[in-house]
Every structure is written in structure tokens, then in C-alpha cells.
């Protein structure tokens, strides 16, 4: 006689994990992902092994984090054959740039779902889990991309299955999950990008941009301090853009002051700014700001104006290092970092030279330096003059030992300063206590870090030390322990 499965008892939870490819956007967007989850019947579980669904958030910016992204998914199907895991499911830009086509040529992952999807991720996992087959789509209103405030209670913006008090009001739970319990944590002002830069595919998937309210903005840092966040890095495709929809350019300038004198938040960090919108407001506003740290992630690109140009980008070299002038004349402290793109069509060997020139005359702390690749889509890929892949790697190769000489130099030009470095982990070093943190110039994960020899007794993950810089190694730093006061 065959026996009836058991049915699992009601109480018990189903689980998921979240594993998260690409940039601080992706970051956010997976923990909005786990709070809905989680207010929608799931238990988080680190580790995917654990889980019955492991949900990747994918990169489709580039080559390599499109890999990447394919890789990581066929590592977590394998887990279908030999553990807990019922279904793997594919999220992300990549999975709503490519949709139907990533499915049929990823039959390993049990749903690609689309940024529609996102709203209602609870329902749609618990469907594929009992064998509904989805189909992705294409989404219609970019504004589902952002955010949902932790506190909203407008029953409209989200549907989550089971919180409800019955009025149709969401019980104003946190729809955002923390995955990292890291001091620093980015916080989205937008999504989407109005710029048409000719080798960037961005805004054909994430849509137009469109910043979030301030309000929104606002009360989700409030809820970050209330989980210990002391680092809040504000993200977006284009922070330089923040409020244009809204009918202010320079709400941003009035933005960070709100942000920074949140009970809680130590430093607010501004990412992605682009160059030709950069405004003496807002360099005021990032260099005078008490809390905001004195960081410009500046997307110079290039520096030649025709391959700009070509990019339909703006800028040239002396407008370049004018404005680094008038970012070092406000704060002579400041942390610069940078991308590039080598290799672009009809680049010459003048205009490679160009890019080389002013990089050493800028003296950036941090340069991301890229070969240039053609993504589907994009004006570029339809531009005559592509370079032989054998000059694209040669002239990355070129200037990334170029860029890794020219950061260490700023490295070295740091010796001596004295420098707050916000406590990320704790270590040893030779059986003494030390710490490793950033300082205010330094970004999180991409920028370098800061090891404080003989840490304090008593230091914690999230306390601000006050050190000085004695040596360098690369893009790093070490630092002495300076005998002041340590804030917590």
C-alpha cells in the first residue's frame, strides 16, 4: 500500500537565501527582496545549502559579471541534486534584461523573474515551489523599481500576503532586511538614468530616472541607524541628478544635512557623481556638511573631449582638473575615485595618451580602469573603428600599472595625516590587538582599507577611531592608534 506524503506542518517556514551579485544598487535591492520575503512567510537563511530556494540577484552590466552571474547560478542548481534545495531563481538586471531568453538558455533555473515580479516575490516563490511554471514579462511602471519606505503604510505600494490589519493598511513592518551586519550599509535616492551614454545599456532595463521622496529617503536612514548602521553610502545610477524630477537640482544639497543629523548615523557617503553635472552647491554642500565625508566617486569615463564626445558624455581634461581644484581647495583631504573605459571605438593612440596625461595629473586615490566591450542594444555597438581585442588588452594593461603606481603614490601622500577609520573588522597583528576600517576617503569594498595597530581594549565593530597614517601598502593603509577619546 503506498503511503501519502505528509504534508509539512504549517508552522514550518519556508527558507531562502539570497546571494547577491554586482554593485551597492543589487545590495539594497536584495535586502527589499528579504524583507518581503520574510514578511511573507519565508525564514532567511545564510547559506544556500540550507535553503529550499536560492534566489540570485544577478549583474548584467558587463561581460564578466554577466559570467559571473550564469556561473553562479549553475553552482547553485548543483545544490537541487544533492541537498534541501527545491528551486533556484534568477533576479536582477540580468534576468530582466535578458527574461525569456536567459530562461531558455538556463533551463538549470527553475524562474527568471522580472523587476514586476518584485512586489509580490512571496507569492510568485511560494508558486514556483509548488510547480507553477512563470513567465517573465517586461516591466511597465519604473517606479516599482524603488524602494519601498520600512515604515509605508500605504497598502498600494506593495502587496505582502498575511500583513495586513485589516483595513487594507500594511502594518508599517520593515520591508527591507538587513544581509550584512557590517556598520555601513547603502541607502537608494533613485533609479534609472535619463543620461544616453552610447556604450551604457542601463537605462533600457532600469528605466528613466526617478528619485525617491525625501521623506522616503529619510525615514528608511532612520531605520538603518535603528539597526546599527553608522555608515549610510547614498546610491542611485546618477546622485549628481537627485531631485531634477521633483522640481529641485539641488535638493540633494538639502538631502545630506537631514541625513547626517540622524540620531545614529556617523558618516553619510555619496556615491556616483557625475562630472558634467557637478554644481559648487553640491561641493559645498559633500565638503562643509558636518557627518558627510569629503568623498567624490567622480564617473570621469575618459578625459579626451572627442572619445567623450563619441561617448556622448562632456569634459576634457582642463575642465577635468578644474573641478578636482575646486574639490581640493574645499577639502584638501578629500578622496577621489574614479572608472575609465579603455579601448572605446576610434580611439587613437593620441587620445589613449590623453587619458594617460591627465590621470597622472589628477591624482586619484582610486581608478577603475575597463577595456571597452560592446553590450547589446547600445549605440556603440553599432559604431565602425572597433580597436583589435589585442590593442583593448594591451592599453588596459598599460594603464592599470600606470593607475596601480599612481594610487600607491597618493597612498604615500597620505603618511602623516591623522584620519578617523570607521571599524569594520578586528584582528591581530604579530599577537597585538588591531583593527581594520576605512577612512572618511576611502569607499566601502572598492577603495582600500586602513589597519589601526594597537587598537584600544574594548573596541568594537562600528566605533570611529581616530589614528595616523605611518605607511601604505598599495591602495591600503596603516595607521597608529592616536590616544584620543574613541566615539561609539
Not at 514556483?128 to 517573465?136: V, W
Request: with cysteine.
Amino acid at each position: 500500500m503506498t503511503q501519502t506524503p505528509t504534508a509539512p506542518a504549517e508552522t514550518e517556514l519556508l527558507s531562502v537565501a539570497m546571494v547577491t551579485l554586482g554593485c551597492a544598487r543589487n545590495e539594497v535591492d536584495s535586502e527589499e527582496l528579504a524583507g518581503r520575503l520574510q514578511a511573507g512567510g519565508f525564514r532567511l537563511v545564510a547559506d544556500p545549502e540550507d535553503a529550499d530556494t536560492v534566489v540570485v540577484n544577478t549583474c548584467g552590466f558587463v561581460e564578466a559579471a554577466k559570467k559571473d552571474s550564469v556561473d553562479t547560478l549553475l553552482e547553485a542548481a548543483d545544490l537541487k541534486a544533492a541537498g534541501k534545495t527545491q528551486a533556484v531563481v534568477a533576479v536582477g538586471c540580468m534576468a530582466e534584461r535578458y527574461g525569456k531568453d536567459l530562461a531558455e538558455s538556463l533551463p538549470e533555473a527553475d524562474a527568471i523573474l522580472g523587476f514586476d515580479d518584485y512586489p509580490d516575490i512571496a507569492a510568485r516563490l511560494k508558486g514556483i515551489l509548488a510547480g507553477e511554471q512563470h513567465h517573465s514579462h517586461t516591466p511597465q511602471d519604473r517606479r516599482k523599481l524603488l524602494p519601498v519606505s520600512p515604515t509605508s503604510r500605504d497598502a498600494s505600494a506593495i502587496s505582502v500576503p498575511g500583513v495586513s490589519d485589516g483595513s487594507g493598511d500594511l502594518l508599517g513592518m520593515p520591508f527591507r532586511a538587513r544581509l550584512d551586519s557590517g556598520p555601513m550599509a547603502p541607502l537608494k535616492l533613485a533609479s534609472g538614468c535619463d543620461r544616453r551614454c552610447t556604450f551604457c545599456a542601463i537605462p533600457a532595463f532600469r528605466g528613466s530616472f526617478v528619485s525617491r521622496r525625501p521623506s522616503d529617503v529619510l525615514n528608511e536612514a532612520r531605520w538603518l541607524a535603528e539597526q546599527g548602521v553608522r555608515e549610510v553610502f547614498l546610491v542611485s545610477e546618477n546622485n549628481t541628478s537627485y531631485g531634477k524630477d521633483l522640481g529641485d537640482i539641488r535638493l540633494l544639497e538639502t538631502l545630506l544635512p537631514e541625513v547626517a543629523a540622524i540620531d545614529g548615523i556617523d558618516w553619510v557617503r555619496v556615491s556616483y557623481l557625475q562630472p558634467a553635472e557637478m554644481r559648487p552647491t553640491l561641493i559645498d554642500a559633500i565638503a562643509q556638511t558636518p557627518g558627510v565625508v569629503p568623498y567624490y566617486d567622480l564617473s570621469f569615463q575618459h578625459a579626451s573631449a572627442t572619445v567623450l564626445r563619441r561617448m556622448k558624455r562632456f569634459g576634457d581634461p582642463e575642465s577635468f582638473l578644474g573641478l578636482l581644484e575646486q574639490v581640493r581647495a574645499k577639502s584638501p583631504e578629500a578622496g577621489v575615485r574614479s572608472n575609465v573605459i579603455v579601448g572605446f571605438p576610434g580611439e587613437t593612440e593620441e587620445e589613449f595618451q590623453t587619458l594617460c596625461d591627465f590621470l597622472e595629473a589628477a591624482r586619484l586615490d582610486v581608478t577603475g580602469v575597463f577595456g571597452y566591450s560592446d553590450e547589446d542594444g547600445t549605440e556603440a555597438e553599432r559604431f565602425e573603428g572597433k580597436l583589435d581585442q589585442d590593442e583593448i588588452d594591451a592599453r588596459v594593461a598599460h594603464l592599470q600599472d600606470l593607475v596601480e603606481e599612481l594610487t600607491a603614490q597618493r597612498a604615500e601622500e597620505r603618511i602623516g595625516e591623522r584620519v578617523q577609520v570607521l571599524v569594520e573588522s578586528l584582528t591581530d597583528e604579530d599577537g597585538d590587538p588591531a583593527v581594520v576600517g576605512r577612512a572618511a576617503f576611502q569607499g566601502p569594498e572598492v577603495d582600500g582599507t586602513t589597519l589601526v595597530l594597537d587598537a584600544p581594549e574594548g573596541v568594537k565593530v562600528g566605533d570611529l577611531l581616530t589614528a595616523e597614517v605611518t605607511g601604505s601598502e598599495g591602495v591600503d593603509l596603516v595607521a597608529g592608534f592616536a590616544n584620543e577619546e574613541t566615539r561609539r
